[in-house]
Every structure is written in C-alpha cells, then in structure tokens.
C-alpha cells in the first residue's frame, strides 16, 4: 500500500510563506492526479488544489481563498508534490492533507474521489 508522507507544516506569523511537501512512498507510483486539501477545525475537508502527474495540469479552489497566494507543483523524480504558500492569513490555519487518484475520470475537486492519503500536517498562522 503506497503510503504518502507530508511535511512542511509549522507555526508561522500573518503574511508569512510556508511550503509543504507530499512524497509517495514507492518510486514507481504514478497516479492520475495528486492534491491538496485542507480541514480547519469544526470545518469540512476543502479542496485546495491539484496537479495531474503526467501532464501537469493544475486546477486550483475556485474561490479568491488560495488563488493568487498558492502555488501547486511536482517532481516526478522525487515524486513529490508541493504546496506553496505565501501571505499567509490566521484563515489558512487547518490540517493539510495530501491526497492522491488513480481514476481519470473524476473531478479532481471532491475528497470522496481520492484513494490515497497522507496523515495531514498542521498550519497554524497567528496573527
């Protein structure tokens, strides 16, 4: 079972950057798509965003939440994903998780379409 493993996560101040990592834990894992999502506390799971592995298509929230601040990319050596953060607000603060998908047909918006995840790394930004 490919495990993903998530780092990156931590403690930082208002308008600071921070920016997380997802490995899979076997090098010839190739998923249809691999994300992000984010749960504040007492909140749902959010969609954040998410890249296809072999074409590197990205498709962000389609809110003003993330847009412009975030940044999604991968490393397909590494096979590692990455979540860019910049100007960070106390509203980012929740656990990310990374997710991953074999299915191609799938929104890539909807957590219940992912069959993969990492244990979740908090963010805390404080204000």
């Known amino acids: 079972q490919v495990q993903l493993v998530e780092s990156g996560g931590g403690l930082v101040q208002a308008g600071g950057s921070l920016r997380l990592s997802c490995t899979a834990s076997?090098?010839?894992?190739?998923?249809?798509?691999m994300a992000w999502f984010r749960q504040g506390p007492g909140k749902e799971r959010d969609f954040v965003a998410a890249?296809?592995?072999?074409?590197?298509?990205?498709?962000?929230a389609d809110t003003d939440s993330v847009k412009g601040r975030f940044a999604i990319s991968r490393d397909n050596v590494k096979n590692t994903v990455y979540l860019q953060m910049n100007s960070l607000n106390p509203e980012d603060t929740a656990v990310y998780y990374c997710?991953?998908?074999?299915?191609?047909?799938?929104?890539?918006?909807?957590?219940?379409?992912?069959?993969?995840w990492g244990q979740g790394t908090q963010v805390t930004v404080s204000s």
């Open positions: 076997e090098h010839t894992f190739r998923p249809y798509a």
């Open positions: 997710a991953a998908e074999d299915d191609a047909s799938g929104s890539l918006y909807w957590a219940y379409e992912y069959d993969y």
């Open positions: 890249i296809t592995w072999s074409g590197g298509r990205i498709y962000y």
